[in-house]
């Protein structure tokens, strides 16, 4: 185990902060209150972004697992195994924020496109539509809650701890 993380981790962390933020927060309103052809161009656009997410993700997991880093010693052992659990938690999350996506994309009552070439769309069937609508918006706020979380936690170890929390990923 080392102490820090590589250059490519923090930039990885940081892009991923902001696209999946920008995803959970813009995107997916702007592709919820379309409406017809339009609402076909943003979800070309937001599933195609979400693809990328996850695959940005996948490398994340990919690099953190060859360069494990140690916890803070400072921190209560409760706190390294939260930090564990919300960490891998968000790797489940963006997982199924892509399935229960593709999966509404799939039953959809018109094409979706990702990328505007692969159309991933079977037929339409409402219920199905509507469940996985249901469980993506579900994921989506479990996944605001954990970011919160996440920030708040690193603001009081950084602020009220006084340990170099924030310098780690910077």
Do not use: C
């Not at 999946?20 to 076909?40: H, P, R, T």
């Not at 937001?46 to 803070?72: D, T």
């Not at 919160?148 to 924030?166: E, G, R, S």
């Amino acid at each position: 185990m080392v102490e820090s993380y590589t250059r490519g981790q923090k930039i990885l962390h940081w892009l991923l902060a902001v696209l999946v933020l920008f995803w959970l927060l813009v995107s997916g309103q702007i592709a919820a209150s379309s409406e017809g052809e339009q609402k076909g161009m943003i979800l070309m656009f937001h599933s195609g972004g979400a693809l990328i997410i996850f695959a940005l993700m996948m490398w994340r997991y990919s690099k953190r697992r060859k360069n494990l880093v140690m916890p803070l010693a400072e921190l209560k052992s409760w706190e390294q195994s939260w930090s564990r659990k919300v960490h891998v938690s968000f790797y489940v999350l963006v997982t199924l924020m892509a399935i229960t996506g593709i999966l509404q994309g799939v039953f959809f009552d018109q094409a979706v496109r990702v990328f505007g070439a692969i159309n991933i769309t079977v037929g339409h069937n409402e219920s199905l539509m509507s469940t996985f609508n249901l469980l993506h918006n579900v994921v989506s706020k479990i996944f605001l809650a954990l970011i919160a979380l996440h920030v708040l936690a690193a603001l009081k170890h950084q602020f009220v701890d006084k340990l170099p929390f924030i310098k780690r990923m910077t």
